[in-house]
Antibody
């Protein structure tokens, strides 16, 4: 079935980087943008950016410009989100999500908890 | 930065109608989307393109748009509808944003 499966939980120290993966199955990976959304405990959803898996083009929320990089490996239908210079405020569940154009985020990954702690 | 404003909470009794609003300056020109999120789960899309309902979403969920406000309406609310609801839309540059979320309580 159509699904996005993310990598497991991570614990990082302040200043480090984290790279979360998102593997697509059940559909053509290059057909729909991959978006990344995060959610701190007890807080709302925060949009981080998007990537077109076909072209590799990206668009990032201004808040994360310079700290986030979204890439992909089409041969294994996997998208990646790397966040650098981590701080405690980056502790959150990170989701990848995808869907047809103008159809919203129809498919979500299960989420990856990233904990930033010294 | 672009903001989408939602009420923090809405409460209704079972069988009543719940309306959750979302306001933003770009909403007249950009589609809105609505997501339902239950504790410990990933969000689920319940409305896209302002008023379209994905397959598998109950007919009691509907969306509408008027000017700078979009509204998610849940008719005949059931206990299972208790969740957080988020609107999403884009600004003129194509940057997306979520509203702050609305906690729906079924009394």
């Amino acid at each position: 079935q159509v699904q996005l499966v993310q990598s497991g939980a991570e614990v990082k120290k302040p200043g480090a980087s984290v790279k979360v993966s998102c593997k697509a199955s059940g559909y053509t990976f290059t057909s729909y943008d991959i978006n990344w959304v995060r959610q701190a405990t007890g807080q709302g959803l925060e949009w981080m950016g998007w990537m077109n898996p076909n072209s590799g083009n990206t668009g990032y929320a201004q808040k994360f410009q310079g700290r986030v990089t979204m890439t992909r490996n089409t041969s294994i239908s996997t998208a990646y989100m790397e966040l650098s210079s981590l701080r405690s405020e980056d502790t959150a569940v990170y989701y990848c999500a995808s869907g047809r154009q103008y159809s919203g985020y129809e498919i979500w990954g299960q989420g990856t908890l990233v904990t930033v702690s010294s | 930065s672009y903001e989408l404003t939602q009420p923090p909470s809405v409460s209704v009794s079972p069988g009543q109608t719940a309306r959750i609003t979302c306001s933003g300056d770009a909403l007249p020109k950009q589609y809105a989307y609505w997501y339902q999120q239950k504790p410990g789960q990933a969000p689920v899309l319940v409305i896209y393109k302002d008023s379209e309902r994905p397959s598998g979403i109950p007919e009691r969920f509907s969306g509408s748009s008027s000017g700078t406000t979009v509204t998610l309406t849940i008719s005949g609310v059931q206990a299972e509808d208790e969740a957080d609801y988020y609107c999403q839309s884009a600004d003129s540059s194509g940057t997306y944003q979520f509203g702050g979320g609305t906690k729906l309580t079924v009394l």
